[in-house]
Nanobody, 122 residues
Framework: VQLVESGGGLVQTGGSLTLSCAAS????????IGWFRQAPGKEREGVSC????????SWADSMKDRFNISTDNAKNTVFLRINDLVPDDTAVYYC????????????????WGQGIQVTVSS
């Protein structure tokens, strides 16, 4: 099982970014997938989670308006679209997977990617 994030980089305030989480070794349609982030000096926090199998979604309250999670089963990939980026969005973003949705929401997914850096300049 492997998760590989991509799509990060340096973006200006107000810009948008789409992160990708490509899965191998399992089918994203059968698993719950989540995005988390960790800013320098801060604890890891949940961003959004999805389970297409159970039609379940979750977002952090502060991120519902600007963050959108989606899946492409044909590509076996989960995306995180971030709009109206602000400097506080600067963090390493991780995707995680687990058969159980609530386990992913709790940040205890069995599988994690290596993370991808997103830096927002002011």
């Amino acid at each position: 099982v492997q998760l590989v994030e991509s799509g990060g980089g340096l973006v200006q305030t107000g810009g948008s970014l789409t992160l990708s989480c490509a899965a191998s070794g399992f089918t994203v349609d059968d698993y719950a997938i989540g995005w988390f982030r960790q800013a320098p000096g801060k604890e890891r926090e949940g961003v959004s989670c999805i389970s297409t199998r159970t039609n379940s979604y979750s977002w952090a309250d502060s991120m519902k308006d600007r963050f959108n999670i989606s899946t492409d089963n044909a590509k076996n990939t989960v995306f995180l679209r971030i709009n109206d980026l602000v400097p506080d969005d600067t963090a390493v973003y991780y995707c995680t997977a687990d058969p159980d949705f609530l386990t992913v929401v709790a940040g205890k997914g069995a599988y994690w990617g290596q993370g991808i850096q997103v830096t927002v300049s002011s």
